[in-house]
């Protein structure tokens, strides 16, 4: 019969890849409750309900993220969201907005309702204010993991199908060139797997590691603003800052060209964490297809081959000057 080190041992060889995501990942359980996204000036609906209906047009949009391929148990993100402008005025806007995320033994999914208000503040600025309130869904299943020795300490720190209100908030200026938006995405303190809780029943298996930990508060801040550099080429430099209590900040920079309202192409740096590349093409007025792959700064691109996004949007126009001049952002 094994002893009781041999099967500790078989356990620690067990977690290796859970491990390597705790002390290389570029988050960590105090770092990262929510997903990250390359695209995220395509993906801003998500993490501001401010811009529901900002664009004018009916927008469907698809975003697929891949982490750290070739990686057991990394994280993976899907995204869909719809938009657009109602009321009398179309001054208001309505938006649902759903996330999968999925890492290691945990899925967690929400679907929320984005709605947005906006004032116009001059001839060319608008200023729009957004709530967005669901429900998040998390399930951490421990039967996922391949462990010699799983016991009824995992089995005892599942997570079945734990349902959560969601609420946030956002505001979100913006004109023909500009735009800039600071949103917290839920005030409610909602449970999140914690990757921290296998680390102590790993270092002790007779202990009870608690496996999800309370939301804190995400800021998230967002800029951008698109030069005309001639006639076929415009520039886009944006910016995200991700501020989340007890973790280091999060920054990210892009710089992106569009050549003849057709041809998208753009790099992006996640400070101490990635390099980005992104190629976008407008396959035709109302449909756009994006790309974007991330080189991992920090130790854990020696266990991976980088990330893939793909993002898709498609809209229906209810203005026909939407379609001669398409908004880049």
Not at 184 to 209: C, M, R
Not at 224 to 247: R, W
Not at 272 to 279: F, H, K, N, R, V
């Amino acid at each position: 019969m094994p002893s009781r080190n041999t099967k500790h041992s078989k356990m620690r060889n067990s977690y290796i890849t859970i491990l390597v995501l705790l002390l290389l990942g570029t988050f960590s359980s105090k770092a990262q409750q929510d997903p990250q996204y390359t695209q995220y000036m395509y993906n801003t609906q998500v993490v501001n309900p401010a811009y529901a209906g900002t664009r004018e047009v009916l927008s469907f949009g698809l975003l697929g993220r891949t982490q750290w391929v070739n990686f057991e148990g990394a994280p993976r993100t899907g995204t869909f969201t719809v938009n657009g402008p109602v009321g009398a005025l179309n001054n208001m806007g309505l938006g649902l907005s759903i996330v999968y995320d999925e890492i290691g033994p945990a899925t967690e999914s929400n679907i929320n309702i984005d709605y947005a208000y906006q004032i116009q503040t001059s001839q060319n600025g608008t200023v729009s204010f957004g709530l967005k309130a669901g429900l998040d869904l998390l399930d951490v299943d421990f039967s996922k993991l391949n462990i010699a020795d799983r016991g009824d300490v995992f089995d005892n720190n599942n997570v079945d199908n734990k349902v959560q209100p969601q609420i946030g908030a956002g505001v979100y200026y913006y004109t023909d060139k500009f735009y800039a938006g600071l949103s917290v995405p839920n005030f409610l303190t909602t449970k999140h797997f914690d990757e921290s809780g296998l680390t102590e029943i790993l270092n002790d298996p007779t202990a009870v590691g608690e496996t999800t930990a309370a939301e804190r508060l995400h800021y998230f801040l967002i800029a951008g603003y698109v030069f005309d550099l001639s006639e076929n080429l415009k520039f886009k430099p944006a910016t995200l800052v991700k501020a989340v209590s007890g973790s280091p900040l999060q920054w990210d920079v892009s710089a992106n060209f569009l050549l003849n309202e057709k041809v998208t192409l753009g790099a992006s740096y996640r400070w101490s964490a990635a390099l980005g590349a992104m190629a976008g093409f407008q396959i035709s007025d109302g449909m756009f297809i994006g790309v974007a792959y991330d080189y991992q700064t920090t130790d854990i691109e020696t266990y991976s081959d980088g990330s893939y996004e793909v993002f898709f949007r498609f809209d229906l126009f209810n203005k026909p000057e939407r379609v001669l001049t398409p908004r880049f952002f």
